[in-house]
């Protein structure tokens, strides 16, 4: 029924490449390998995969560079590899489009899971460089999403059918994670959303299912957290969305602002 799922690995090291290649084929995915930037880039648009691992540092252009130019025209699935946890908050905050962040050396297990829960993941963004997105005739998939998807707070709108989101009218452009993020923290309203709580829901994981969850991992939240934070123009002193409850996580701010 279901075509085969295509993955593509950009990576220079070839003992890394083929180790990455090994975990996305027994995942079940068509693989195709890429040892530079620029190979990457010309694979990506000639396979339109669904899931993209991408080395940080390869040969030609860097990975951050091949991550913007791949989301010119692919909404993939991108885990970037990187090589020192400390460069976490660097890749994150420049925005690089990347999904999600692994730092090496990682256990196949791991990369495993990341990609397990990516396959859980909706994917339903408009394709990049559309201007109208198309509307899903598909149920929405949101695990324990509540009535129609459709959430107003404060003068902001998110739609999770179509994958929307305005502020006062105008229309925002998130990553696929930001919107998660906002997504997660609307459902739950005035109830605080932990940090885990958060890496669990990007993972498409239940709330409570105990699973590791790393400080690199609770840090990256952060880090999207004030990213999103920048695209609303939210402010952490006076939140009219993302309020922070300190050492514990994330809530929304009261209506009526
Ligand atoms: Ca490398």
Redesign the pocket.
């Known amino acids: 029924m279901s075509e085969a799922r295509v993955g593509l690995v950009i990576?220079?090291?070839q003992d890394i490449r083929e180790l990455v290649r090994a975990v996305l084929t027994q995942a079940g995915f068509d693989v195709t390998v890429a040892g530079s930037g620029s190979e990457g880039v010309k694979a990506a648009r000639a396979l339109n995969p669904d899931v993209i691992t991408l080395?940080?540092?390869?040969p030609d252009i860097d990975g951050f560079e091949v991550s913007r130019q791949i989301r010119e025209f692919s909404d993939a699935y991108i885990v970037m590899l990187t090589a020192r946890a400390e460069e976490l908050d660097t890749l994150i905050g420049l925005e690089s489009g990347a999904d999600d962040y692994l730092t090496k050396p990682f256990r196949p297990r791991e990369l495993r899971a990341r990609i397990a829960a990516m396959m859980r993941r909706p994917r339903a963004l408009p394709d990049a460089g559309e201007s109208a997105p198309p509307v899903s005739d598909r149920p929405v998939d949101a695990g324990t999403g509540s009535g129609n998807g459709h959430y107003s707070h404060n003068g902001l709108d998110l739609n999770y059918a179509s994958r929307s989101v305005a502020v006062d009218g105008q229309e925002l452009n998130l990553t696929r994670t930001e919107f998660e993020l906002l997504y997660a923290l609307l459902e739950a309203g005035r109830t605080v959303r932990t940090k885990s709580d958060l890496v669990r829901r990007l993972r498409y994981e239940d709330y409570d299912v105990g699973s590791y969850i790393s400080e690199a991992d609770e840090r990256s939240v952060e880090v999207h957290m004030g990213n999103l934070r920048k695209k609303l123009g939210d402010s952490p002193q006076q939140p009219r969305w993302l309020q922070t409850v300190r050492g514990v996580g994330y809530r929304l701010a009261p209506g009526g602002r």
Not at 55 to 58: I, S, V
Request: charged content about 55%; overall charge negative.
């Open positions: 990576e220079d090291d080395d940080l540092g390869l």
